[in-house]
């Protein structure tokens, strides 16, 4: 019988987790003469008591795991570990807070088992619950990206996906750092077959994602796969060149021919600021590609645990 891993990033979610387990339980369950389970919980250091309902679970159910991190790492990170430690054919990647429904993973796997596709993936076909801020915001990132990057990201994808083994050890090949998720399952091909639900809320506790941070992770997704911001900024840099050696051109011109004195400091001053405006711009963004280099060129670990289910 086929094993399948369930992998939960879990980050101070200790009012979801009883739900989510209830919920996913009943799945299991009903799927019991398909599929074997494990689940692989990731404590992605929580400050409330999500860790003590870790260590419940894994004393009342023999088919719970749980890394527990020495800090906040990140969800990136978090579904790096639990797809690391992971044993199952097949993996699935879940929220804690029941915004992926585990009533979908029957027909997830289901497809798998076609043998035609090697992971089965879940879009959100409306951003119902999120704020009008979030949702233009989003909406523009995507259109952005498309332009930028030659790795398609999928509008609405939600990281909660079904993959076959050898997927999973694709997307564990890449041990980048700074991981977008979106983008490495995309980068490592294999048929993908999407499936669509309606957006659904939260069952417990609040979102952990701010405007700032999302905007971070939507740079970070950029800088991680394309590097056209470079070209850009050379682009713009020969652009300017050219516009000054036009005015070089006419001023030249103008004095020899008329003997007018340049006149007027105010049109220089403001030539002044939009020069040095987009010359900063411009070393921001080489600065971002050289930072994240740097990140990398260290090799720190993309986790550290603290605790797992073996130390009970
Ligand atoms: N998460 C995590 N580490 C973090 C932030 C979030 O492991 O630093 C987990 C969180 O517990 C949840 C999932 O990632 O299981 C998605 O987070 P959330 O529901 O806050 O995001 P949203 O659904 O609002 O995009
Ligand atoms: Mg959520």
């Known amino acids: 019988m ?42 992605d250091g929580s400050s409330d008591k999500t860790l003590e309902e870790l260590r419940k679970l894994a004393q009342k159910d023999k088919r719970v795991h749980y890394l527990s ?51 089965c993936a879940t879009k959100s076909t409306s951003r119902n619950g999120y704020s009008f801020l979030r949702k233009t915001f989003t909406k523009w ?66 979102t952990k994602w701010n405007f700032w941070k999302l905007f971070a992770y939507a740079i970070d997704g950029i800088v991680a796969f394309s590097t056209t911001p470079l070209l ?13 050696f036009v005015m070089i051109v006419i001023i030249v011109v103008k004095t020899l021919a008329f003997g007018d004195p340049v006149s007027g400091w105010p049109s220089l001053a403001c030539i002044i600021f939009l020069v040095g405006g987009i010359n900063l711009f411009c070393t921001g963004i080489i600065g971002e590609y050289l930072a994240k280099t740097y990140l990398e060129t260290k090799n720190r670990p993309i986790y550290i645990i603290k605790e797992t289910e073996k130390d009970l």
């Open 2 to 43: 086929k094993k399948i891993s369930i992998v939960v990033p879990c980050y101070n979610e200790e009012e979801s987790l009883p739900l989510f387990y209830k919920e996913v339980d009943k799945v299991t369950e009903k799927m019991s003469k398909k599929a074997d389970f494990e689940f692989v919980f990731v404590n």
């Open 232 to 244: 850009i900024a050379a682009f713009v840099g020969i652009l300017f060149c050219f516009i000054a």
């Open 141 to 206: 990132f995507y259109k952005i990206i498309a332009k930028l990057s030659k790795t398609e990201m999928v509008e609405g994808a939600r990281d909660f996906r079904l993959m076959t083994r050898q997927m999973v050890d694709a997307i564990l090949s890449m041990k980048e750092y700074n991981r977008y998720s979106k983008g490495l399952f995309s980068f490592v091909g294999f048929n993908t077959k999407w499936i669509e639900y309606e957006n659904q809320d939260r069952v417990a506790g609040t």
């Open 69 to 119: 991190f020495s800090r906040n790492f990140g969800k990136e990170a978090a579904m790096y570990a639990g797809l690391e430690h992971a044993k199952g054919d097949y993996v699935t990647t879940m929220d804690a807070d029941l915004q992926d429904p585990p009533s979908l993973l029957e027909e997830m796997f289901d497809t798998l088992e076609t043998k035609e596709y090697d992971c």
